[in-house]
């Protein structure tokens, strides 16, 4: 029976949910469109399926498609991104990480990873998260002058805590990452290196930003952010990890694997090979770069004074709204963004001063540049318009008819 006569309660909230993501203006740099083949394999009989283990070794009878499901994942994972060795098990990014930190290091040893309010994530050691918890972290983080990462710093930092593990990735970085020079840091104290691509995954995988592959021991990344797939996570690494990693995801993290998402990653890492997905993650920098531009040309602040990748960060500081206040006011048009922290933020993370912006879900629809510069002369009428409904309302409008013109995969295609 379908959803709707089972549980027409269930089945309407989603109806609901689609409509908000056809009407709006999404930029939120973590999500994307999954595509209706992602759909529909997570959507699977797959996900009756208990396969504790991995292809070959399983702790439960009638694992042959299982296996044949998962033993593609890896193959694909590991052809995109030119890997030795893949963990497509991880539920989310989060416990890709605790798996990274399992096999790469001891519960006490230190850890150096940008910190959570300079750009970021919560399990690169903030103490509100296991990875503050059971690690020693200590953090380097950017430089106020530039807002970029200053290596040399970072340098310092690492020879004098000699950490066992260096911890490269962000949640709002709007710059390349220097891999290599990183690598050249942990190599300099003895660390490991961690690099967390779970922004990035995407452009990477198309190869329109440098990977981190060649340098970490291990790469991490979420396959829901601007790779496109289902929720999850995904571990990339070296052949000599290859069984420490996977003890470390089962039975050290997790029972089961979770054989639906795995077959929606491998429909996604198939996806991602293909002239259309490279071209989109193309068009997303282009994107993000005209949506800097136009922002900049109307006055905002950005962090960085721009962007390398799919995310910009608005310094809200000179507009003296908060971050709270202009996540808000562009959700009443249909614009949606988050609240972020920017460095060196003077309110809490509950206010903040910043926005974080990201390309990859309106490109996926279709948006081009032309509709990027609209949208960034919106965001500037909305901030500067904040509380005036006769903006609010043209605005919505305008939205609405650049809505009306781009379906979205997965939905409306
Ligand atoms: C850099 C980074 N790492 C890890 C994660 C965690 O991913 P998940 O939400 O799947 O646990 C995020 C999520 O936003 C992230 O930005």
């Not at 009407?23 to 994307?32: D, H, P, Q």
């Not at 590991?78 to 990274?100: C, D, I, R, W």
């Not at 490269?168 to 290196?193: C, E, T, W």
């Not at 592959?213 to 291990?218: E, K, M, Q």
């Amino acid at each position: 029976m379908s959803l709707t006569k089972v549980d027409p309660q269930i089945a309407g909230i989603i109806l609901d949910e689609e409509r908000r993501q056809c009407n709006s203006i999404n930029l939120i740099a973590s999500e994307n469109y999954s595509s209706k083949a992602v759909l529909e394999a997570q959507g699977s009989v797959l996900t009756n399926k208990y396969a504790e283990g991995y292809p070959g070794k399983r702790y439960y009878g009638g694992c042959k498609y299982a296996d044949q499901v998962e033993e593609l994942a890896l193959h694909r994972a590991k052809e995109l991104f030119g890997a030795e060795y893949a963990n497509v098990q991880p539920s989310s990014g989060s416990t890709a990480n605790m798996a990274a930190y399992m096999t790469l290091i001891d519960y006490g040893d230190t850890i150096l990873s940008m910190a959570l309010d300079q750009g970021g994530h919560l399990t690169h050691g903030s103490p509100i998260s296991f990875s503050g918890k059971l690690y020693r972290p200590v953090f380097y983080g950017i430089d106020r002058e530039t807002g970029q990462i200053d290596y040399d710093e970072v340098e310092k930092i690492a020879i004098k805590n000699m950490p066992k593990l260096l911890v490269v990735g962000s949640s709002s970085y709007p710059r390349i990452l220097d891999y290599q020079r990183f690598r050249q840091i942990a190599d300099r104290v003895n660390a490991r290196l961690l690099v967390d691509m779970a922004h990035e995954a995407g452009l990477i995988a198309a190869r329109v930003h440098p990977s981190p592959v060649p340098y970490a021991d291990i790469a991490t990344a979420t396959t829901h952010k601007s790779l496109r797939g289902p929720r999850g996570g995904l571990i990339l690494c070296r052949a000599t990890y290859s069984a420490s990693i996977n003890r470390s995801v089962f039975p050290g993290l997790q029972g089961g694997p979770q054989m639906h998402a795995i077959a929606a990653k491998a429909v996604a890492f198939h996806e991602a090979k293909q002239p259309q997905f490279i071209a989109c993650q193309r068009a997303t920098l282009e994107n993000a770069k005209v949506l800097a531009d136009g922002l900049l040309a109307g006055g905002i602040q950005l962090v960085t004074g721009g962007t390398d990748n799919h995310r910009l960060l608005i310094d809200l500081t000179p507009t003296g709204i908060t971050g709270k206040i202009a996540e808000s006011a562009l959700g009443e048009v249909n614009i949606t963004v988050n609240k972020n922290a920017i460095p060196f933020d003077s309110r809490p993370p509950g206010l903040t001063s910043g926005i974080r912006l990201g390309t990859s879900a309106l490109t996926t629809r279709g948006f081009g540049t032309e509709e990027m510069a609209k949208i960034a002369h919106l965001i500037v009428r909305v901030l500067s318009h904040i509380g005036d409904e006769k903006v609010y309302q043209e605005v919505r409008l305008e939205v609405e008819e650049m809505n009306s013109r781009f379906p979205t995969p997965g939905i409306t295609q």
